[in-house]
């Protein structure tokens, strides 16, 4: 789905984008082939939505695809491209389109759940497709911002996330789990909730997790980081030595 006729802009409103992507070739050097973000206000208004399939990766490279994190997808791909849900394009044109949404909005600040993989993914992509002719995918100036640290610093500490993941099963040696997945199916109270695992998919539940992070009105640090679950690991043991210490 790609709405690409700009309603009228009102340019007191902040606008972001809100980004996710899919990829091949493993994790230290992703290749994007799903592309799919949001334009969005801070109440969670969406004003366009874009899904893009990357010619390069997807059709040039069928061999890398095998690769794919969630390769048992690509039929579905294949189905949505023939029905036109889902539009074909060259890594170039993706960019260029995100890059004339942003200017269209006046949009500096791009969000993304795991910011610092999609922003290297991206740019792992515009490298190797160029030869390094060109090394970065986002605007001068563009500022990524990080959904997972915010939620790690707001919804992933309240008690009563605690209190999910623990009667759900959600912590794993001590580390609460904090993907979007399982931040979502707290805040829809749906334990069995699993994500799509398509990017524009994901970009949307996560533009959904990002506004009630907003909500808590909290000063927030969204810089991307690469571990940014310390925090609430540290204080989830803290809750649970509480409850110890009211049974005794």
């Not at 334009?39 to 069928?62: L, M, Q």
């Not at 605007?139 to 500490?157: F, H, K, N, R, S």
Request: some cysteine.
């Amino acid at each position: 789905m790609n709405e690409m006729n700009t309603p009228k802009i009102d340019r007191r409103k902040k606008y972001f984008l809100v980004l996710d992507t899919e990829t091949a070739n493993g994790l230290d050097d992703p290749f994007v082939y799903d592309l799919g973000f949001v334009v969005a206000d801070r109440k969670g208004n969406i004003y366009e939505r874009h899904s893009y399939i990357i010619y390069d990766i997807f059709v040039a490279c069928r061999d890398l695809m095998k690769t794919a994190y969630y390769a048992e997808k690509i039929p579905n791909y294949e189905i949505a491209l023939k029905a036109k849900t889902r539009r074909l394009v060259q890594f170039s044109t993706a960019k260029k389109i995100v890059a004339e949404v942003m200017a269209n909005y006046g949009i500096t600040e791009v969000w993304a759940f795991n910011a610092r993989f999609d922003r290297g993914s991206l740019n792992t992509t515009e490298r190797w497709l160029t030869k390094s002719k060109y090394r970065y995918f986002f605007p001068y100036g563009t500022e990524i911002c990080c959904i997972w640290a915010v939620a790690c610093q707001t919804l992933c500490q309240q008690k009563a996330y605690f209190k999910f993941i623990q009667e759900n099963e959600l912590v794993a040696k001590g580390r609460v789990k904090t993907s979007a997945e399982v931040v979502y199916r707290f805040l829809h109270q749906e334990p069995d909730y699993q994500e799509e695992h398509t990017a524009l998919e994901d970009a949307t539940i996560e533009l959904e997790i990002l506004v009630k992070c907003f909500r808590q009105h909290k000063s927030i640090d969204r810089t991307p980081r690469r571990f940014p679950t310390a925090e609430v690991n540290k204080n989830y043991k803290m809750w649970k030595e509480t409850l110890v210490g009211m049974e005794v």
